[in-house]
């Protein structure tokens, strides 16, 4: 199913349940074969960490563009804290680091402060620069 547009999107929501390592090299080589609409659907390869390997290996060997790989994907990658993964991420897609202290503290205090509460009550017109 894998290979037929349109239906494809579905089979592999439900193949990416499955952690096998097979299915991540599936979704990878059936990437071309999405529409372009539901590429995000065929990235689902980078759910697991064996998904992840496949899906890098596949950018090294240009069959996937590095530019399909998002900021958020590299982010998922990242987040299976697999040294091997961490070192082919930055070979094919680049370094990624973590936001520096002082800007996590200021990103901490925003969603502390702007809370669904205080969000209701703001007044776009008072804002500045929009």
């Not at 520096?100 to 901490?108: C, F, G, H």
Request: zero cysteines; glycine letters at 4%.
């Amino acid at each position: 199913m894998l290979n037929e547009q349109f239906i494809n999107s579905v089979a592999a929501r439900g193949l990416a349940s499955f952690d096998d390592p097979a299915v991540g090299a599936k979704l990878v080589k059936a990437y071309r074969r999405f529409m372009l609409p539901t590429w995000p659907v065929a990235l689902r390869a980078v759910s697991r960490p064996s998904f992840a390997s496949a899906l890098l290996d596949a950018v090294a060997e240009g069959k996937i563009p590095r530019a399909d790989i998002s900021a958020f994907h590299a982010r998922q990658i990242r987040s299976f804290n697999d040294p091997a993964l961490h070192k082919k991420l930055a070979e094919v897609w680049g370094e990624l680091r973590d936001s520096p202290s002082d800007k996590q503290q200021l990103i901490a205090n925003g969603k502390t402060r702007l809370t669904p509460a205080a969000l209701a009550k703001a007044h776009l017109s008072r804002t500045p620069g929009l």
